[in-house]
């Protein structure tokens, strides 16, 4: 299974922040729309992620406030990125090593969309409840399933 597998399934609504804007209106965007984790970008390009992570981090270092601190003090300016056809297993690894919740996707310097360690998660057990199905299934419609007898001897 491959990251562009999760993409289709997610779709591609993407939030965006650049470094210059204030730190209180991203945090006012990921509660709005319910996220935990905005791409940042300058002139088209990613130079960062912003997650609950970093805003926690930046209030604490700022005395509990978040003051006028602008979104480039508190993103992470080197973001853990993979492609559409990275393999999950190797996504997995990857935000297991850097304890990264969210990850931005990335095609020839174009953001394509941002996955959570959640639906890394949700894919693995979708996958892995489908791949159960069908072997029951398989089992169930095993040829021969009433016991045969041939000579007195069951097979």
């Known amino acids: ?27 006012e965007i990921m509660a709005e729309k319910d996220i935990g984790s905005l791409v940042v970008m300058e002139h088209g390009d990613l130079v960062g992620m912003l997650t ?15 003051g006028d601190a602008m979104v480039r003090r508190a ?5 853990l990125t993979c492609t559409a056809e990275t393999e999950l297993d190797e996504v997995r690894r990857m935000m297991l ?3 990264a ?3 931005p996707v ?3 310097r174009v953001l394509m969309g941002v996955i959570s360690f959640y639906d ?6 979708d996958s892995q409840n489908f791949e159960n199905r069908m072997l029951k299934a398989y089992i169930r419609d095993w040829p021969g399933g009433e016991e045969q007898h041939q000579g007195g001897a069951q097979l």
């Open 75 to 79: 993103m992470d300016d080197h973001p």
């Open 120 to 125: 890394v998660a949700k894919a693995v057990v």
């Open 52 to 66: 609950f992570r970093e805003v926690i981090l930046c209030i604490v270092e700022n005395g509990g406030a978040v």
């Open 106 to 108: 990335v095609e020839r």
């Open 101 to 103: 919740r969210y990850m």
């Open 97 to 99: 090593e850097r304890h």
């Open 1 to 27: 299974m491959k990251v562009s597998d999760i993409l289709r399934v997610k779709g591609n609504t993407l939030y965006t922040v650049t470094p210059e804007e204030p730190l209180s209106r991203a945090i």
